[in-house]
């Protein structure tokens, strides 16, 4: 027997609807910048306690980190992208 499909969502769930935790982080090699979200960063163990993952820079394999003094903003769109 085939499963139902279920209609589409007219509206998002309320905690898809919030607002996203974006952090900057900066290769320590090359200097490249990308905003990388919350669901990424915790997704992975800390460099440090309570610090930040270390991640892999796409555009040269270098290290990717979060500088504390960089702030995290909040926003619902990717900041990565420039309409």
Same mark, same amino acid.
């Given at each position: 027997?085939?499963?139902?499909?279920?209609?589409? %969502?007219?509206? =998002?769930?309320?905690? %898809?609807?919030?607002?996203?935790?974006?952090?900057?982080?900066? !290769?320590?090699?090359?200097?490249?910048?990308?905003?990388?979200?919350? /669901?990424? *960063?915790? +997704?992975?163990?800390?460099?440090?306690?309570? +610090?930040?993952?270390? =991640?892999? !820079?796409?555009?040269?394999? +270098?290290? %990717?980190?979060?500088?504390?003094?960089?702030?995290? /903003? =909040?926003?619902?769109?990717?900041?990565?992208? *420039?309409?």
């Amino acid at each position: 027997m085939m499963k139902k499909q279920e209609p589409p %969502l007219e509206e =998002l769930p309320p905690w %898809l609807d919030e607002p996203s935790e974006w952090f900057k982080y900066l !290769c320590r090699s090359c200097n490249y910048t990308e905003w990388v979200q919350d /669901i990424v *960063v915790y +997704g992975f163990p800390p460099e440090k306690p309570k +610090g930040t993952p270390v =991640l892999d !820079c796409r555009e040269c394999g +270098g290290e %990717l980190a979060h500088p504390p003094s960089e702030p995290v /903003i =909040l926003s619902k769109t990717d900041p990565n992208v *420039v309409p």
